[in-house]
C-alpha cells in the first residue's frame, strides 16, 4: 500500500515569496490534515478536511495560508507572503475517518525555510 | 482537550525493556490513549492506543492504570532503531501531540 506522498521534501524562499505545498493522500482516506511543525516541538493542526470540506481550521492563519482539497483526494496548503516564523516542516497526514481511533498515517513532510 | 506530562528526555540501553510514562490525569471517559512516535525527519508514525484495558501489539504493549490517569508505553527490548521522540495522546477526536519524551537507546 502506497503511503502519504508530499512534493516538495525541502523549499527554500525568501520573506514575503508565495509557496505551496501537495499532498496526496492513501487512497480512500477520506480525512486529510496539514500540520506545522517548528524545531524542537510536536506537530501542530493546521487544517483538517473531511473528503473536500473543513472539518477544523481554527488554528490556520488565515491572513496568510489557504488550503484546498479538490475532489476530496490531493490536496495544497499555500503560504502567500510567508514569514520568518513559518520556516517548519509540514506534515501531511491521512486517515480513513475523523475520529482520533482511526490512526493517522504521515507523509515525510516538507521543510521549509524563510529567509 | 486532556493535558498531559511525559519526561522531556529517557535513555536505554539497547535490548532492553523502556517504560514510557505519560499522566494525564483530566482524561475524559471517552478518551482514547493513543501513543506516536517519529523518528529522526521523519513523520509521526502511529504505535499503539487503548481505552481501558492494556494492549498489545507487534510494536509495543500498553498499560493503563485502572483510574486512567496515567499510563505507560513499553518497548520490551529496545533497539536503535526505536530512538524516536514519542508523544502520549488522549483524545476522542483531535490528535493533539504535545512535546513528547524524546527517547535514546544507548549501544
Known sequence: EAGVAQSPRYKIIEKRQSVAFWCNPISGHATLYWYQQILGQGPKLLIQFQNNGVVDDSQLPKDRFSAERLKGVDSTLKIQPAKLEDSAVYLCASSAGATSYNEQFFGPGTRLTVL | ?107
Open chain 2, 1 to 107: 482537550d486532556a493535558k498531559t506530562t511525559q519526561p522531556n528526555s529517557m535513555e536505554s540501553n539497547e535490548e532492553e525493556p523502556v517504560h514510557l510514562p505519560c499522566n494525564h490525569s483530566t482524561i475524559s471517559g471517552t478518551d482514547y490513549i493513543h501513543w506516536y512516535r517519529q523518528l529522526p525527519s521523519q513523520g509521526p508514525e502511529y504505535v499503539i492506543h487503548g481505552l481501558t484495558s492494556n494492549v498489545n501489539n507487534r510494536m509495543a504493549s500498553l498499560a493503563i492504570a485502572e483510574d486512567r490517569k496515567s499510563s505507560t508505553l513499553i518497548l520490551h527490548r529496545a533497539t536503535l532503531r526505536d530512538a524516536a521522540v514519542y508523544y502520549c495522546i488522549p483524545s476522542y477526536d483531535k490528535v493533539i501531540f504535545g512535546p513528547g519524551t524524546s527517547l535514546s537507546v544507548i549501544p
